[in-house]
């Protein structure tokens, strides 16, 4: 193999490919990475990243874990998932970042990544693991520092997928939740910050918290335009709301379909971002967008079907957590905490985390197909007998 050649081809396609960056574009040269790496002929750093990711367990998963519906996806397999939220962001941000002439290649790698953490059944199953992780002393549960223990602690047998700072700073960095109508990168991050954040936002405390990077930024942005009018598209499916219902001034600034929403957000993310040093809407769009977002709280994610599903959640979780709590203690090693997960990690893993650690990362990790065949195997064990 003639690698010489190879990075000769790589050199000068780097070149072609840098030379439109935005002067607030991060470069492939600044990546860096916490143990040091082979270097590839091919891709760049960041596109090593994205490529890991995507070849990951935790990626694959995300086709069985739910978006907002709990249950859904059984009957009616046209509802979002995990998936095809992540491919939207992806795109979406993707499409901004080649707009504003920014790093696109880094920009899908937080992306792709960005809800790795996520347990089954969405913000429901958020919630209801938060609460069994508060009782048993670990700090609260939150999806996007769990996303980065994945790529860090928990992917490829607990040796982690040795991601650059700059993608690992972007997944923990996203929350679609948050309304901000200008993103502004603070590029004065670092390891210490994060491990600032994770304990205080374990501890349950507010924490001011912005991307490293202006990429990381378009992702956050990006995932609030990916959610937003599809939640709606999918109550409208699910006879949760009707088209009508959409706030009237808000369907007609932004527009009554998902297509058409995002359009708007995303020309007016274009426009308001172009050779600046920050990610934004402007003020009147901003205004719309977070009164559809209110919107969506009062009428779909509070629903009466969708807390009725909580319940359900809230209880099977408790169960779990606890029966893997006592499996670990009896060391019971006909657990699936033992055969699908505690087996496979190394011992730098299993000598790092404490036992409600260990049980919180298995639950994290399955679809909702697996939590409910494992809900069904200890609620009635006979049946499958």
């Given at each position: 193999m003639d690698n010489k050649k190879l990075a000769e081809i790589y050199k000068e396609n780097i070149?072609?490919?840098?030379c439109y960056y935005?002067?607030?574009?991060?470069?492939?040269e600044q990546a860096i990475r916490l143990m040091p790496d082979e270097r590839c002929h091919m891709r760049t750093p960041f596109a090593v990243d994205r490529d890991r990711i995507l070849h990951s367990g935790a990626y694959r998963r995300y086709q069985g874990k739910t978006q907002v519906f709990s249950f859904t996806n059984m009957f009616d397999e046209e509802t979002s998932n995990r998936s095809l939220h992540t491919t939207y962001v992806s795109q979406i941000s993707r499409t901004i970042a080649k707009m504003l002439h920014?790093?696109?290649?880094?920009?899908?790698?937080?992306?792709?990544?960005?809800?790795l953490g996520h347990p089954p059944f969405g913000h429901d199953g958020e919630v209801s693991l938060n609460k069994?992780?508060?009782?048993?002393?670990?700090?609260?549960?939150h999806h996007n520092i769990q996303s980065l223990n994945v790529v860090d602690h928990i992917a490829l047998q607990g040796r982690g997928m040795n991601l650059t700072f700059q993608v690992r700073d972007g997944i923990i960095s996203h929350d679609g939740e948050v309304h901000n109508t200008v993103l502004?990168?603070?590029r004065d991050k670092s390891e210490e910050t994060i491990n600032d954040y994770i304990t205080a936002k374990k501890n349950g405390k507010k924490y001011n918290w912005m991307p490293a990077t202006l990429e990381g930024c378009v992702v956050r942005i990006s995932d609030t335009i990916a959610y937003i009018g599809q939640d709606i598209e999918d109550a409208i499916r699910l006879n949760i709301i009707q088209r009508k219902d959409i706030p009237r001034d808000c369907a007609k600034y932004l527009g009554d379909t998902n297509s058409k929403i995002i359009d708007k957000l995303v020309k007016s993310v274009i426009l308001n971002s172009y050779e600046k040093d920050q990610v934004a809407f402007d003020e009147e769009t901003s205004h719309y967008l977070l009164k559809l977002k209110k919107f969506n709280y009062a009428r779909i994610y509070t629903d009466k079907n969708v807390k009725q599903a909580r319940k359900v959640i809230d209880k099977s979780m408790e169960i779990l957590f606890d029966q893997y709590m006592e499996d670990i203690l009896n060391k019971d090693h006909s657990s699936k905490i033992f055969t699908q997960f505690l087996n496979s990690k190394n011992e730098k893993y299993l000598n790092s985390f404490c036992d409600a650690e260990k049980v919180r990362d298995f639950i994290a990790t399955m679809t909702d197909r697996y939590y409910n065949e494992e809900i069904k195997t200890y609620l009635l064990p006979g049946s499958f007998y």
């Open positions: 070149e072609h490919t840098t935005s002067e607030f574009a991060c470069r492939n920014l790093n696109q290649e880094l920009t899908e790698a937080i992306a792709l990544g960005h809800d069994s992780c508060v009782k048993h002393g670990i700090g609260h549960f502004t990168p603070d």
